[in-house]
């Protein structure tokens, strides 16, 4: 079974960027798909981005054109640039596993999650 451990997150002010990583263990990363997901105070966790295992992008609305998603098979790590940060995007983000290698906007088609990196935009 694959693990995760997200980095990357911390405070900076609104318009500011941040680049999150979510390094994977084990020998199969290239077959999965991988996505981020966020989970602001009160609020249930929300699909932001994902990545299939061939490379199609997904991402939520809200972030179209200020945040992107990438992956390096080689170095078993998947990226989110987020760039324009809005305090809006103040959340827990998650990087999770899809082994079926799909990248859907569904929280409960991913097999295995991260601890979690916060993320904080301050106005």
């Known amino acids: 079974q694959v693990q995760l451990v997200e980095s990357g997150g911390g405070l900076v002010q609104a318009g500011g960027s941040l680049r999150l990583s979510c390094a994977a263990s084990?020998?199969?990363?290239?077959?999965?798909?991988m996505g981020w997901f966020r989970q602001a105070p009160g609020k249930e966790r929300e699909f932001v981005a994902g990545?299939?295992?061939?490379?199609?992008?997904y991402y939520e609305d809200s972030v179209k054109g200020r945040f992107t998603i990438s992956r390096d098979n080689a170095k078993n790590t998947v990226y989110l640039q987020m760039n324009s940060l809005k305090p809006e995007d103040t959340a827990v983000y998650y990087c999770?596993?899809?082994?079926?290698?799909?990248?859907?906007?569904?929280?409960?088609?991913?097999?295995?999650w991260g601890q979690g990196t916060q993320v904080t935009v301050s106005s």
């Open positions: 990545i299939s295992w061939s490379g199609s992008v």
């Open positions: 999770a596993a899809d082994y079926a290698g799909l990248a859907g906007r569904y929280s409960g088609q991913y097999d295995t």
């Open positions: 084990g020998r199969t990363f290239s077959r999965y798909a």
